[in-house]
């Protein structure tokens, strides 16, 4: 008989070679989201406008795919806002697949759930901005503690991580990402990935790929402290 979790599923992505490192994963994206970030490429999926896929074909997907797909990463929206999120993640591993989730770090009781029980096998949060810009960004005020907190449970865990900032030059100055390397620190990967324009935020980026991963190369040589290997996507 087919479980029911108190989640709900907007969509999947059926192959990915870029969202789960080292792995073939399938991306599946929860419904409904507490940020309102202007560049959002999901931005159906944050008031739960997409149509629910429904447990039974996700489980049929996940059958057909056993012999071909090494994980299920876990996007949104925010996987963490909703409460069927462990038991979701057991039932994903029993079937044989490795969990990574995707989170904006603003539900770290979640997060330490995830992790004691051993749920999830890699996780990937964003980090926005510097602190002080976080409700530019996001489009409300939040308290940037709980974020933090986040950031620490993540560090300490053991588990394979990825800290990342979607980047646009409206946004973002130069100076602001590398406050956001220091916030990661020594030791964490850090992305940056470019922001494309949406229909919600249809402005020109001046930031490119290569511009990007220069200037990597130049905070790297000119820090006086160790900063996180900062890749570009």
């Known amino acids: 008989m087919m479980k029911s979790f108190d989640i709900d599923i907007g969509g999947i992505t059926p192959f990915s070679t870029i969202d789960f490192p080292d792995k073939l994963a399938v991306v599946v994206y929860t419904q409904g989201c ?7 490429h999901n931005y159906r999926l944050i008031e739960g406008k997409e149509a629910r896929l429904s447990l039974a074909s996700l489980e049929s997907f996940l ?3 056993k ?6 990463v876990i996007s949104g929206g925010e996987p963490t806002l909703h409460k ?5 993640c057991q039932w994903i591993k029993k079937m044989g697949f490795e969990v990574k989730l995707d989170t904006n770090g603003t539900n770290p ?7 004691k029980k051993k749920l999830i096998d890699f996780v990937a949060m964003d980090i926005k901005a510097p602190w002080d810009k976080y ?8 308290d940037t503690g709980i974020i933090k907190e986040s950031l620490q449970i993540i560090k300490r865990s053991g588990l394979p991580c990825e800290f990342r900032t979607t980047v646009h030059s409206a946004l973002l100055s130069k ?11 020594y030791g964490y990967p850090l992305t940056f990935q470019i922001c494309n324009p949406t229909p919600l935020f249809n402005h020109p980026n001046k930031y490119t ?10 905070l790297k040589r000119l820090s006086t402290s160790p900063l996180p290997e900062i890749r570009v996507r």
């Open 63 to 65: 059958d057909s795919r």
């Open 109 to 115: 009781l979640m997060l330490q759930v995830l992790i």
């Open 175 to 185: 100076e602001d990402l590398t406050d956001i390397a220091h916030i990661v620190g």
């Open 209 to 218: 790929s290569q511009e990007l991963k220069e200037f990597a190369e130049e």
């Open 67 to 72: 012999r071909i797909l090494d994980g299920v």
């Open 135 to 142: 409700a530019k960004i996001i489009g409300r005020s939040f």
């Open 34 to 40: 507490n940020f309102r970030c202007l560049y959002c």
């Open 84 to 88: 069927g999120l462990p038991a979701f």
